[in-house]
């Protein structure tokens, strides 16, 4: 009647960004991304049938702004006659504040939530499972170089190459911690509503996710830096050509990608991309990550770095 | 044999970015534009039958750079067997960093060159004259609010409401001098070439100056404040999504579009326009005018501001 799972975010490098139905939570457009490795999620769920209501304890402080979500999720999972549960979160990271902390989170739920439920699901299902309660999240269940893609009514989710065929570095820069003022979900449906370019954004995932994919295929580290880039930079436009605009990024945001530009220039292999958020990550070779952590932790309004590989995808944890 | 004109510069609310034909200089889309009063650019040009070749002294010092835009101005005004000429061009604000310098330069090169080679044109060929030069000098021969409109295989400008019929106050706030790294023409055409939201950009222009075209005639500050931040936005989106990128933005730039979000929540009235440089342009109700400078000057990265009104178009001076 219990079970705890851990789970890392994932970065998107082609990204999510709208939804084809907003019941269902599935996305208007496939994408790729990389699941992290030292940061990390932890959800505990007990299914208890002495309890009136679900409770909800983050970092060990009850929280009731996210519980509406999670208890949603174990509907699916357990069926709506389930006990009510006690859910206990562990996050190393700042949450809601765009570093895909509803991913590992809803990826280490469902997992957990399963377990505790008894119940056996293959991958896809818990990719599907998982992806209705965050968009992000399905891609969490997996490590390494993931792809989403869209199956008719779902989404099915695959490791495309393992987190140690190519062990990119991952730095990500804090620039501010406090959550953003528009949540993903609600952004969204205002670009899609109102911005001129989701259309074109739209018609041309396919062939950024094709072009991605096959830099991974190759190893290609400057042609999937080109099109990370790009894709990061388009959906930002979207964003903020929507009504009213949607701008996620601070100054420090913008002299990060100053920083960057200058390292690229210099010759070393580092790509910048940027969720909705204001926190920029820098994804690189490993052999320049210490120079690009030097040269972030020395850019004005960094507040905090975070150095990280690519890992795996959620897991089980084996509880005494 | 000689004239003086002086020409201000002015900013687009709806932007021109993109040509349709690059030879003859014309826009891509039509535009509107504030006139402003106390920038100025002062160009003297004197044909001399003694002189080998073109001159130019911008602000007392020779400047190679422009000169062969400047004389092929000169030669479409003149004629290619005109005599050589001695170009004197004052400039109170800083060039080529966004700031429309090459509109005023322009604009007031077109008018005293006609002068000194004693030819009467019309406003509408002047107009086009200029905007062979650069594409947004054409506006700076008309004051207050300019609408510039594709006509066939030429432009045609006019004063859609005069400066004294709504007069509204601009804060400039310069966040960085030096020129930009890639000039607007360049860019220009980038973004023509390579970015996905180009076409859906030209194909809602229209509709963003009609939206504009009735804010002003009822001085509906809330909704031209609306249309100019979204089309400029826009016009960014565009620069973005490009390949490779184009990004005027600085960090002070961001910060100044914080600045001035927060002055709209307390109600007061202003908006920004940005345009292909790092300087924030604050358009408010006069009765703001001080309140918005004084919160600009305090925004960190800011190191200059220029206030102005609305201001006329170009014309010539008399000189002793």
């Not at 996305?27 to 049938?49: N, Q």
């Not at 009731?64 to 069926?79: E, F, K, V, Y």
């Not at 590992?104 to 469902?110: H, K, L, M």
């Amino acid at each position: 009647m219990q079970g705890t799972a851990i789970a890392q975010p994932n970065i998107a490098l082609i990204k999510y960004w709208g939804k084809r139905n907003t019941k269902r939570n599935l996305p208007a457009v496939g994408s790729i991304s990389i699941t992290l490795r030292e940061l990390f999620t932890r959800m505990h769920v007990k299914f208890d049938a002495s309890l009136a209501a679900d409770t909800l304890i983050v970092n060990g402080t009850p929280d009731n702004a996210m519980l509406p979500r999670l208890a949603s999720c174990l509907d699916r999972i357990a069926g709506p006659d389930r006990h009510r549960a006690r859910i206990a979160s562990d996050c190393n990271f700042p949450i809601a504040a765009g570093l895909a902390s509803s991913a590992s989170a809803f990826a280490a739920i469902t997992v957990a939530a399963a377990a505790a439920a008894g119940k056996e699901f293959g991958q896809d299902s818990l990719a599907s499972l998982a992806g209705q309660g965050s968009g992000s999240a399905a891609r969490s269940l997996f490590g390494g170089f993931v792809e989403l893609k869209n199956m008719d009514d779902d989404i099915r989710c695959a490791t495309i190459l393992d987190a140690a065929a190519w062990p990119l570095s991952v730095i990500v820069a804090i620039t501010e911690k406090g959550p953003k003022a528009v949540g993903s979900t609600e952004a969204m449906d205002i670009s899609r509503r109102t911005s001129p370019f989701y259309s074109a954004w739209i018609e041309q995932q396919d062939e950024d996710l094709a072009t991605a994919r096959a830099a991974i295929a190759r190893r290609d580290f400057e042609q999937l830096a080109a099109i990370s880039e790009h894709n990061c930079l388009k959906m930002h436009s979207i964003m903020w050509a929507s009504r009213p605009p949607l701008v996620y990024w601070n100054a420090a945001t913008l002299r990060c990608l100053e920083t960057l530009r200058h390292l690229q220039r210099q010759g070393l292999g580092v790509f910048f991309t940027i969720d909705a958020g204001p926190q920029v990550k820098a994804v690189c070779l490993p052999e320049h990550a210490g120079e690009v952590a030097d040269a972030l932790r020395g850019t004005a309004g960094v507040t905090e770095l975070m150095t990280t590989g690519l890992g795996e995808g959620a897991r089980l944890e084996n509880t005494a």
